[in-house]
C-alpha cells in the first residue's frame, strides 16, 4: 500500500458545482496534511493544512479530515474553470519527508 | 509570508555543460530544503532532502555525483547537475520548510531545464 493515496481522475465537474477531492493514507503519515494545486508547467502551491479531526474552511475550499478512517479530502465550491488544476495530498509523520499522492486531475467545464 | 525563491526559470544548455540552480527562502528560516524532478505529466519525484549543515540524503537511483547539492545556510540551498545529458531534461522544483512544528512545504517556482 502506498503512503498517501489518489485517484489520478480525471474529475470533470460542471462550473459551480462541488468538486470532492479524496485522499487516503498510511499509519507512517498520520501527523499533518496538505493539499496542494499545481497548474499545468507550474509548480504546487499550498492551498489548505489541516491537522486534527474535522473540517478547515478557507473561502470556496474546505479540507475534511478523519483520522479514525485515514482519510483526508478537499471540497471545492462554486468551481470555476480556473480551478482546473492537479490537486496534490500531502502527508507527513514524524520524520522530515511529506509524501505526495500522485494528485488528481480536475477539470471544470464552463 | 514563506516565499521561496528558485533560479534561473529555464536553462538550455549544450550536452556536457553543468547547471547551477538556486533555491532561496526569503522569508523564513529553512531548516530543511527538497529537491524534486517532474517529467511531463508524472508525479513528482522526490531527488533528495537536505538539512541546513548537513550532506544531502538522496532518494533511491538518485546519483549524488551527478546531483550536487549544497545547503550551505538557512536560506539558500543549490542543486548543481553536472555534465548534464539530455535524459537529465526535466522541471527541478526545490521546497523549504521550517523546522517549527509541523510547517508545510512552500515550493520555489521551479527550473525547466533543457539540454540539447
Known amino acids: 500500500q502506498k503512503e498517501v493515496e489518489q485517484n489520478s481522475g480525471p474529475l470533470s465537474v460542471p462550473e459551480g458545482a462541488i468538486a470532492s477531492l479524496n485522499c487516503t493514507y498510511s499509519d507512517r503519515v498520520s501527523q499533518s496534511f496538505f493539499w496542494y494545486r499545481q497548474y499545468s508547467g507550474k509548480s504546487p502551491e499550498l492551498i489548505m493544512s489541516?491537522?486534527?479531526?474535522g473540517d478547515k474552511e478557507d473561502g470556496r475550499f474546505t479540507a475534511q479530515l478523519n483520522k479514525a478512517s485515514q482519510y483526508v479530502s478537499l471540497l471545492i465550491r462554486d468551481s470555476q474553470p480556473s480551478d482546473s488544476a492537479t490537486y496534490l495530498c500531502a502527508a507527513k509523520g514524524g520524520g522530515f519527508k511529506t509524501i505526495f499522492g500522485a494528485g488528481t486531475r480536475l477539470f471544470v467545464k464552463a | 509570508g514563506a516565499v521561496v525563491s528558485q533560479h534561473p526559470s529555464r536553462v538550455i544548455c549544450k550536452s556536457g555543460t553543468s547547471v547551477k540552480i538556486e533555491c532561496r527562502s526569503l522569508?523564513?528560516?529553512?531548516?530543511?530544503m527538497f529537491w524534486y524532478r517532474q517529467f511531463p505529466k508524472q508525479s513528482l519525484m522526490l531527488m533528495a532532502t537536505?538539512?541546513?549543515?548537513?550532506?544531502?540524503?538522496?532518494e533511491q537511483g538518485v546519483e549524488k555525483d551527478k546531483f550536487l547539492i549544497n545547503h550551505a545556510s538557512l536560506t539558500l540551498s543549490t542543486l548543481t547537475v553536472t555534465s548534464a545529458h539530455p535524459e537529465d531534461s526535466s522541471f527541478y522544483i526545490c521546497?523549504?520548510?521550517?523546522?517549527?512544528?509541523?510547517?508545510?512545504?512552500?515550493f520555489g517556482d521551479g527550473t525547466r531545464l533543457s539540454i540539447l
Open positions: 521546497s523549504a520548510r521550517t523546522g517549527k512544528g509541523d510547517q508545510p512545504q512552500h
Open positions: 537536505s538539512n541546513e549543515g548537513s550532506k544531502a540524503t538522496y
Open positions: 522569508d523564513f528560516q529553512a531548516t530543511t
Open positions: 489541516i491537522y486534527s479531526n
